[in-house]
């Protein structure tokens, strides 16, 4: 009976371990000291996105990509002509944290409908066009920067 109780008291604290770690909003968002964030998806390769340089403002769950499985978005203060705010939609859905998409938008407020109209307008030609305008501009030594590998070919791709 000591022995059973035992074996069911591991169980549970295996069981429990193995539960889906991100919860909404997403608990897999890494803050570091400098106010930086990346997500990172815990596997036993566990792997992190690179680190972001900017504040949270916000935090949601929607699926851009329209895949069923909810990205984990993060809403930061980085701000350009295009907007006040940058929205970062984590997939995890492959079982690795990867940037699967990134805009600007207006207000934190509106940047889920701001992000998927823009998602949605995006058109096959238009995009092989800006890949290849900013592959050609950023490739330095056969190697593509940050921005053209973590952001532009999975964006292209989703």
């Known amino acids: 009976m000591f022995l059973a109780s035992?074996?069911?008291s591991a169980l549970l604290a295996s069981a429990s371990s193995s539960v889906d770690l991100c919860e909404e909003p997403c608990t897999l968002i890494q803050v570091a000291d400098d106010g930086s964030y990346s997500a990172t998806m815990p596997s036993e390769d566990s792997r992190s996105t690179p680190g972001i340089d900017a504040n949270i403002v916000d935090r949601a769950v929607?699926?851009?990509d329209g895949?069923?499985?909810a990205e984990r978005v993060v809403i930061d203060d980085r701000e350009s002509a295009f907007g006040s705010?940058?929205?970062v939609f984590f997939d995890v859905s492959s079982g690795e944290a990867f940037i699967a998409f990134q805009c600007q938008a207006s207000t934190s407020e509106t940047a889920l409908?701001?992000?998927a109209a823009w998602n949605n307008s995006l058109v096959a030609a238009d995009v092989a066009a800006g890949l290849d305008r900013v592959q050609a501009s950023t490739r330095t030594d056969e190697t593509?920067?940050?921005e053209t590998q973590?952001?532009?070919i999975p964006n292209v791709t989703t």
């Open 62 to 64: 929607f699926d851009i």
């Open 85 to 87: 705010v940058s929205a």
């Open 144 to 146: 593509l920067d940050w």
């Open 113 to 115: 409908a701001d992000c």
């Open 150 to 152: 973590h952001l532009l």
């Open 67 to 69: 895949d069923g499985f």
């Open 6 to 8: 035992i074996l069911s």
